[in-house]
C-alpha cells in the first residue's frame, strides 16, 4: 500500500483536532475543513491548509478536489445527518478512502452503507479497551486485531523469570505467541528458543482474548 501524504479532516471537533495534529506530527499534508470559524482558527498551527465551509455543500467539496487526497476522514460528531451526507458526497466526488466517525453504533451501519471505507467508534473502541485493561492486573496494553485476536501487553509471571522460551513451551501451555520484550523502554523483537526472561519485563503476546485473560489474570 503507498503511503498516505495528503489527508481531509472534516470537523475540527476535539476528535478531528487530535487527528489533525497526529497526521501533523507524522509529517502529512492536512486540509482541516469545519463550518465554525473558531474551529479553523484553533488548527491553524498544525495544519497545511484549513478552509471554512459547509461540508454538506457539493460545490464547496467539489472545490477542495477531493480525488487529490489520500485519505478522507469525516470527524463530524453529534450532527450525524450532516456526517452522512458529506461520507456520500465525497464518494460521489471520487475520494479514493473515507474513514468516518460514528457516534452511535446504530451510525455504523448507515455511513458503510453509504460510501464509508472504514467506520470508527470512538467511544465504543476506548470502553472495550478499558475492559480488557481492567479484567487483568497483568495487562497493560491491548490492541484489537479483529475477530477473537489481539497483541497484548503483559507483565512476565514470576514463574518464567530466569527461564528460556524454549523450556516454557509458551505456545502450547498458555496458548500465545511472542512477539517482543519490553525492557522499560527498549523493545527486543529478536526472539529466539534461547531468549531468557528477566524481572519487571513486559511482554507483546498475540492469543485469543479470552485464552490470554484466563491464562494471565
Given at each position: 500500500?503507498?503511503?498516505v501524504?495528503s489527508?481531509?479532516?472534516?470537523g475540527?471537533?476535539?476528535?478531528?483536532?487530535?487527528?489533525?495534529?497526529?497526521?501533523?506530527?507524522?509529517?502529512?499534508?492536512?486540509?482541516?475543513?469545519?463550518?465554525?470559524?473558531?474551529?479553523?482558527?484553533?488548527?491553524?498551527?498544525?495544519?497545511?491548509?484549513?478552509?471554512?465551509?459547509?461540508?454538506?455543500?457539493?460545490?464547496?467539496?467539489?472545490?477542495l478536489?477531493?480525488s487529490?487526497?489520500?485519505?478522507?476522514?469525516?470527524?463530524?460528531?453529534?450532527?450525524?445527518?450532516?456526517?452522512?451526507?458529506?461520507?456520500?458526497?465525497?464518494?460521489?466526488?471520487?475520494?479514493?478512502?473515507?474513514?468516518?466517525?460514528?457516534?452511535?453504533?446504530?451510525?455504523?451501519?448507515?455511513?458503510?452503507?453509504?460510501?464509508?471505507?472504514?467506520v470508527?467508534y470512538?467511544?465504543k473502541?476506548?470502553?472495550?479497551?478499558?475492559?480488557?485493561?481492567?479484567?487483568?492486573e497483568?495487562?497493560?496494553?491491548?490492541?484489537?486485531?479483529?475477530?477473537?485476536?489481539?497483541?497484548?501487553?503483559?507483565?512476565?509471571?514470576?514463574?518464567?523469570?530466569?527461564?528460556?522460551?524454549?523450556?516454557?513451551?509458551?505456545?502450547?501451555?498458555?496458548?500465545?505467541?511472542?512477539?517482543?520484550?519490553?525492557?522499560?523502554?527498549?523493545?527486543?523483537?529478536?526472539?529466539?528458543?534461547?531468549?531468557?526472561?528477566?524481572?519487571?519485563?513486559?511482554?507483546?503476546?498475540?492469543?485469543?482474548?479470552d485464552?490470554?485473560?484466563?491464562?494471565?489474570?
Amino acid at each position: 500500500m503507498d503511503t498516505v501524504k495528503s489527508v481531509l479532516i472534516i470537523g475540527m471537533g476535539r476528535f478531528g483536532r487530535h487527528a489533525a495534529r497526529k497526521m501533523s506530527e507524522l509529517h502529512r499534508q492536512v486540509m482541516a475543513v469545519d463550518k465554525d470559524e473558531r474551529c479553523i482558527n484553533a488548527v491553524l498551527d498544525y495544519v497545511t491548509y484549513a478552509q471554512l465551509g459547509d461540508s454538506t455543500d457539493e460545490q464547496f467539496l467539489r472545490s477542495l478536489g477531493i480525488s487529490n487526497f489520500d485519505v478522507c476522514i469525516v470527524a463530524i460528531g453529534d450532527d450525524f445527518q450532516s456526517s452522512l451526507e458529506t461520507t456520500c458526497l465525497l464518494k460521489e466526488l471520487g475520494a479514493r478512502r473515507v474513514v468516518a466517525r460514528a457516534s452511535r453504533e446504530r451510525h455504523e451501519k448507515f455511513l458503510l452503507r453509504n460510501g464509508a471505507d472504514e467506520v470508527i467508534y470512538p467511544e465504543k473502541q476506548v470502553a472495550e479497551w478499558t475492559a480488557i485493561r481492567a479484567a487483568s492486573e497483568r495487562v497493560f496494553d491491548y490492541f484489537a486485531l479483529g475477530g477473537d485476536y489481539a497483541i497484548f501487553e503483559l507483565s512476565v509471571p514470576e514463574e518464567w523469570v530466569g527461564k528460556n522460551l524454549s523450556s516454557l513451551d509458551i505456545r502450547r501451555k498458555y496458548g500465545v505467541n511472542i512477539l517482543a520484550i519490553k525492557q522499560g523502554e527498549d523493545l527486543n523483537m529478536t526472539i529466539t528458543p534461547d531468549t531468557v526472561f528477566s524481572a519487571g519485563d513486559k511482554i507483546l503476546a498475540l492469543g485469543k482474548n479470552d485464552e490470554v485473560l484466563k491464562r494471565f489474570r
